[in-house]
């Protein structure tokens, strides 16, 4: 893994997202990313900032959380090609971080390696959206079902915080960070299972299926009437009401059968 040097290093993904042209490299006075011959010739723009989205204090877990905040944006566009070099020039890092992280994505199915090229941004269409959305159901909502018998009402209730937090970034359009707050719900909701197993499938489903698959406009439509769900789901937990459950489960997913 390569890591910063400096505090002002592990902050350049930041920068230059923020629109901040990167410097040259100290040690060779190279512009960062000019390595191993990936051409980066007629490439798509480089992912704009998406506010909040690098946190970490390493240089690939930054680059990672950007470049998952620019899928979620449709900023990286499925079935474009971008080579290492190009995005670590632009992200004010070496190309190395890059491909640590694209490779992370490639795991994800993200993205597809391209050999001597760079990586191919993964496309989603209807039908695979419909059936994550469908395995996606078939696993939360007996999960959540048995969760309505089991958990008492006050657990429910510790839980609305994180319910409004994707109400409010749903308010904004803000939607990789309506991604990162839907997803630490999904899973503080199936955490109380128990089951480490299910948290860990449950959760690369869902961060698969966040990837849109039209224009991010259209997404935000739809970002407002998903977050409500989830105060209405807590709502139907808290009153154990099975029924409501099942429903508001089955519907957050589109209508998938579970």
């Known amino acids: 893994m390569e890591q910063a040097g400096t505090r002002g290093d592990a902050a350049t993904p930041a ?10 490299d100290r040690a060779s006075g190279r512009v960062p990313g000019q ?11 480089a992912p704009r900032a998406a506010s909040g989205a690098v946190r970490r204090h390493s240089v ?7 470049l998952r905040a620019a899928l979620v944006e449709g900023e ?7 080579s290492a070099p190009a995005l670590g020039a632009r992200l004010g890092v070496s190309a190395t971080p890059v491909r640590e992280a694209m490779q992370q994505l490639a795991l994800e199915g993200a993205v597809e390696v391209l050999p001597n090229r760079g990586f191919r941004v993964s496309e989603r269409g209807p039908r695979e959206l419909a059936e994550l959305a469908e395995v996606r159901a078939l696993i ?18 510790t839980l609305r915080p994180m ?16 991604a990162e707050r839907d997803r630490a719900f999904h899973r503080s909701v199936l955490a ?22 039209g224009s991010p406009a259209g997404r935000r439509a739809d970002l407002v009437a998903d977050a409500f769900e989830h ?20 519907d957050h997913f589109g209508g998938a059968e579970g």
């Open 15 to 24: 920068r230059v997202l923020a629109g901040h042209s990167p410097g040259p």
């Open 35 to 45: 390595a191993r011959g990936e051409h980066a010739h007629g490439e798509p723009p």
């Open 60 to 66: 690939r877990g930054q680059v990672l959380d950007a």
């Open 76 to 82: 990286l566009t499925p079935g474009e090609v971008y």
């Open 140 to 157: 939360e909502v007996p999960v959540m079902l048995r969760l309505a018998r089991t958990v008492p009402s006050g657990r429910w209730d």
């Open 163 to 178: 319910a409004e937090a994707t109400v409010e970034a749903a308010a904004t359009g803000d939607l990789a960070g309506y």
């Open 192 to 213: 109380l299972s128990g089951n480490e197993q299910l948290l860990a499938v449950a959760d690369a489903l869902h961060r698969r299926s966040q990837w849109p698959a």
């Open 231 to 250: 105060t209405a789901l807590l709502d139907a937990l808290v009153a154990g009401d099975l029924t409501a459950v099942r429903t508001l489960v089955r």
